[in-house]
Each structure stands twice: as C-alpha cells, then as structure tokens.
C-alpha cells in the first residue's frame, strides 16, 4: 500500500481480555518495526522483524506481549491479559532495508491506541 | 546506552519568527540523529535525517538542523514559523550497526498568528 496501515486505530477493552493489534507494512519493505508511546513520552522500542524472522525483542515488557510476521509482510502484536498500564499508543513502521544508517528509513503508521478499563 | 535529552517540552512562537527546538544526545559511537514530526492523528513524519556526511541537514517544508559534535547537539530550526507548523516533535538517535531508534520525550510547538 500507499503507507503503513494499522488497526484498530482505537481499541478499548477491560482488564484481562486479550487484544491482537495489526500492522500492514509498505509492499516490499524488508523491516518491521513496533513501539509503544505512552501519554507525553517518546515512543519506546518494542521489537523488529526482518522478512518472517523476529530479531529482536529486547524491548517487550513481559511474557504477555508478543509479536509475530509469519508471512514476512502483515505483523501482529498481541497482548495477553491486559492491564490498565498496558493503555498506550502502539506505533508499526516499516523500512526498505535494514538498519538505521546510510539511506535506510523508518516509515510509521498512525498508530492504534489502547485503552485498558 | 544511547539517549536523547529534549530541553523544552513546549514552545510557543509567533507566525513568521524563527524557530528553535532544542536537542541534545549521547552515543558511543558517530550516530545518525533525525527529527520527526507528529501531527494531531497522524503517524510520525520524518523531517530530516544525519548520517555523517554533511553537519548541517536540510529538511521538509523549510527546517534544518546542525550536528555540533563538541557540544553532543541536533537543534532543529526554521527561519519562519507557519501556522501549519504546529505539531510535536521528537528528536531521535539510531544505533550505528542495529536497528533500534531511541526517541527523545518531544517538544510540543504552538504558533499563534
């Protein structure tokens, strides 16, 4: 598609359900990217796809959180049990290489916001 | 650990005068540094980005930031603010070799005509 598209753009569920967030990358972009923003902060790493292969998770707050790109193009997060501090912006992006450097670039969705009751 | 310090989390300008966020870094290494911007219900926009060639970087709709090593900075600048300009804005550091971007806390501009 045109640009990364997310979804829900809002989601509002009680504490304890579980909520599976969607991200549509860029065609052809190789990463993909998922970070959490919370009220009045910068978004915070949360993990990174290359193609299908999730190399990094070092950000994820805990086993309730996971990710997946089984295809190496649509990624999931899900997140188990919820709770009220789970309540977040979660950001997706894509990019056409890997890294940070040279001319690669992170293209980001709008986001889907998360409210947990 | 790389981090990101945003000195002003708002400033508020008027239309037509100049503009400054202020941003300062710490890396290990030679880093790239960018800015983005975030409108009301909209993803986040890349202004600009610096990777190690040229220290001043030139941008979208008209802002330019200078990378000044010996003070650890990347202030973001226009000469005029624009009414359209009003938005948050988060100035970021990427690891050299890896993949993660860490984002600074973001100054939120106001322009009042």
């Known amino acids: 598609g045109a640009g990364v598209s997310q979804s829900p753009r809002y989601k509002v569920t009680k504490r304890g359900q579980d909520v599976a967030l969607r991200c549509d990358p860029i065609?052809?972009?190789?990463?993909l990217y998922w970070y959490r923003q919370a009220l009045g902060q910068g978004p915070e790493f949360l993990t990174y796809?290359?193609?299908?292969?999730?190399?990094?998770k070092s950000g994820l707050p805990n086993d309730r959180f996971s990710a997946e790109r089984p295809e190496g193009s649509i990624s999931t997060l899900t997140i188990q049990r919820t709770e009220q501090r789970d309540s977040a912006m979660y950001r997706c992006?894509?990019?056409?290489?890997?890294?940070?450097?040279?001319?690669?670039?992170?293209?980001f969705g709008a986001g889907s916001r998360l409210t947990v009751l | 650990a790389q981090s990101v310090t945003q000195l002003d989390s708002h400033v508020s300008v008027s239309e037509g005068t100049p503009v400054l966020l202020r941003c300062n870094y710490s890396?290990?290494?030679?880093?790239?540094l960018f800015w983005y911007v975030q409108h009301p219900n909209k993803g986040l926009q890349l202004l600009l980005k610096?990777?190690?060639?040229?220290?001043l970087v030139k941008g979208i709709n008209g802002f330019e930031a200078e990378f000044k090593k010996s003070e650890t900075s990347f202030h973001l600048t226009k000469p005029s603010a624009h009414m359209s300009d009003a938005a948050e804005y988060f100035c970021?550091?990427?690891?050299?070799?890896?993949?993660?971007?860490?984002f600074g806390a973001g100054t939120i501009l106001r322009v009042k005509s």
């Open positions: 992006a894509s990019s056409l290489g890997q890294g940070t450097s040279g001319a690669n670039v992170l293209t």
């Open positions: 065609s052809g972009h190789v990463s």
């Open positions: 796809f290359n193609y299908e292969a999730q190399q990094d």
């Open positions: 890396s290990s290494y030679s880093p790239s």
């Open positions: 610096y990777t190690s060639a040229a220290t």
């Open positions: 970021v550091v990427g690891e050299r070799y890896g993949n993660k971007l860490v």
